[in-house]
C-alpha cells in the first residue's frame, strides 16, 4: 500500500514543494514512478525509477528514496506546477499500487 | 511518435459486461519487454490500476478485479482489449489505457481516458 502525504499542499508561486510517498513494505527504487494530473487530462510521468527525469520534464522536478520512503520535490513551483500528484508502485501486486495523491494548490 | 486511444460504451447497465478497446500506435506489442496497462479513476478520485498485458502474451490482474477482468491483445490491429463483468455503480470512472515501455516500467505514454457510468 502506497501512502502519500499530505493530501493537500499550499503553497504560492516560487515556493518549494515536498511531496511524500510511504510504501507499507520495501519497494525497489527501479519501481518507483511520479505522475502529474490536471484536471480533465490523463496523468503524466515525470519521474521513473524513483529519480530519473522522464523526457521533457524540467530539472525543478527531482525525486528521491529508498526502500519504503520516497519523495517528490519541485525546486520552485510555477503556475503549471498546480496539479495533483501520484505516486505509484510497479513491483508488486499486492494493495494499492497507486498513491492517494497530493494535491498541490495556489495558496 | 507513440499514440493510445480508449473506445467503448460511455454507459453500461449494472450487471452488464463491459467490453474496452485500446487502439494504439507508434509501438508494437511484438517488441520484448513491452506492454500495455489499464487503469481507472472514479470521478474525483485517486488512479487504480486494473491489468496489464506484455508482448509475450504475460498477463497481470488486480487482486481485488481478477475474478472480474479478462485483459487480451490483437497485435494485428494494434489494440488490447479489457473485458469487466458484472458492472456495478461503483465501476463508474475514467478508464484510461497506458504503453510500458518494460516490464516493471512506468507507464510513460497514456491516453486520453473514457468515461464509463454504471447506471440503470
Known amino acids: 500500500v502506497m501512502t502519500q502525504s499530505p493530501g493537500t499542499l499550499s503553497l504560492s508561486p516560487g515556493e518549494r514543494a515536498t511531496l511524500s510517498c510511504r510504501a507499507s513494505?520495501?519497494?525497489?527504487?527501479?519501481?518507483l514512478a511520479w505522475y502529474q494530473q490536471k484536471p480533465g487530462q490523463a496523468p503524466r510521468l515525470l519521474i521513473y525509477a524513483a529519480s530519473s527525469r522522464a523526457t521533457g520534464i524540467p530539472d525543478r522536478f527531482s525525486g528521491s528514496g529508498s526502500g519504503t520512503d520516497f519523495t517528490l520535490t519541485i525546486s520552485r513551483l510555477e503556475p503549471e506546477d498546480f496539479a495533483v500528484y501520484y505516486c505509484?508502485?510497479?513491483?508488486?501486486?499486492?494493495?494499492?499500487?497507486f498513491g492517494q495523491g497530493t494535491k498541490v494548490e495556489i495558496k | 511518435q507513440i499514440t493510445l486511444k480508449e473506445s467503448g460504451p460511455t454507459l453500461v447497465r449494472p450487471t452488464q459486461t463491459l467490453t474496452l478497446t485500446c487502439t494504439f500506435s507508434g509501438f508494437s506489442l511484438n517488441t520484448s519487454g513491452v506492454g500495455v496497462g489499464w487503469m481507472r479513476q472514479p470521478p474525483g478520485k485517486a488512479l487504480e490500476w486494473c491489468a496489464l498485458?506484455?508482448?509475450?502474451?504475460?498477463?497481470r490482474y488486480s487482486p481485488t478485479l481478477r475474478s472480474r477482468l479478462t485483459i487480451t491483445k490483437d497485435t494485428s490491429k494494434n489494440q488490447v482489449v479489457l473485458r469487466m463483468t458484472n458492472m456495478d455503480p461503483v465501476d463508474t470512472a475514467t478508464y484510461y489505457c497506458?504503453?510500458?515501455?518494460?516490464?516493471?516500467?512506468?507507464?510513460?505514454?497514456w491516453g486520453q481516458g473514457t468515461l464509463v457510468t454504471v447506471s440503470s
Open positions: 498485458i506484455y508482448w509475450d502474451d504475460e498477463k
Open positions: 497506458a504503453h510500458r515501455p518494460y516490464r516493471k516500467g512506468p507507464y510513460d505514454y
Open positions: 513494505q520495501s519497494v525497489s527504487s527501479s519501481y
Open positions: 505509484h508502485q510497479s513491483g508488486s501486486l499486492v494493495g494499492r499500487t
